[in-house]
Structures are given as C-alpha cells and as structure tokens.
C-alpha cells in the first residue's frame, strides 16, 4: 500500500480522540434525508464502539478520511460471522478508482474486512463476512452481489471466510 494511504483501528480505547473528526471530516449525501442519515449511522456506529461492540477502521490518504468499515462478532441463524456493521464512503470518493489503491473505497474496504475475517477464522470458529444492505436498498444489494456476496437469508448477504 502507498505510503500516503493507511488504515487506522479505532476501539473503545480511542474512539473518543476520533469521534469529532470523524463527523465533521466526511462528506456526506447530497441530499438532506440521505445526508441526515448516514450522520446518524456514524453517530449510532460510534456509540457502538465506545461499548466495545464492534471496532472501527478508517482508511485515510494523507489526511484525508476517504471511508471506514467496523467489524463485530455475530451469529446469525446459528451461523458464526464476522460482521460488517457498518460501511461508509465519503461522498467525494463513492465510485471513484483511488490511484494508490488500484481501487474504490468500497472495494478496498471489503477486501480488508474478508482479510480480517480470514485472521479471526485462524482464533474462532466463523464461516462468513456478512452484512446487512442499508434499508435492504436494491441499490446496495445489487452493489454487493456484484462483489460475489449471496444471500444469507431474506435481509443478510454473506460471502464465505476461505
């Protein structure tokens, strides 16, 4: 990865010195309702982390937040998984190839959470990396399945931890 490009974890530990920039650093939907809500989302997200629910990563050019991914343990129909919790893309860089990564923030970010879900099988037992499409958008879904998720069941969408 480019030097000017990194990850940051963010845990119950130090979420706190984040948690300003964090909401005022993104860029959110054009449109006010979409807008409100993904702020609300980052905001719920980040009070997720504070109870140690789930952990936080921001990936971040220079110092710039281009978008952030949080992961937590889940059981879903009896089925371990690791969880995408929440994911976010700054509205500047949705869609776009960011040179350093050779990819969109949504991919990157994905690929990252199936490596970390890959590292968590080595300690647990989990079959899959799944997440719950916003508001099950078609939009999304569509997105997701584009990205080799399958439908868990009617509301989850899965890929499986190799």
Known sequence: MDNNIKIIQCDSKNINSYRV??????SYHTDLNRS?????????????IQKKKTVLYILQKED??????????????????VQIDFLFVDYEYR???IEEIDDTVSNYLITFAMSRAELV????GVKYLALYPDAQS?????????????QLNKEWLFVKVD
């Open 36 to 48: 409100t809500r993904e702020r609300t989302l980052l905001e719920e997200t980040i009070k997720l």
């Open 21 to 26: 920039r964090l909401l005022q650093s993104f």
């Open 64 to 81: 710039k937040y281009l978008g952030a991914v949080t992961l937590s343990a889940s059981s879903i129909d009896d089925t371990p998984v």
């Open 121 to 124: 099988q080595q300690t647990i």
């Open 138 to 150: 078609e939009t999304l879904i569509n997105h997701y399945k584009n990205m080799e998720f399958l």
């Open 95 to 97: 869609k776009v190839i």
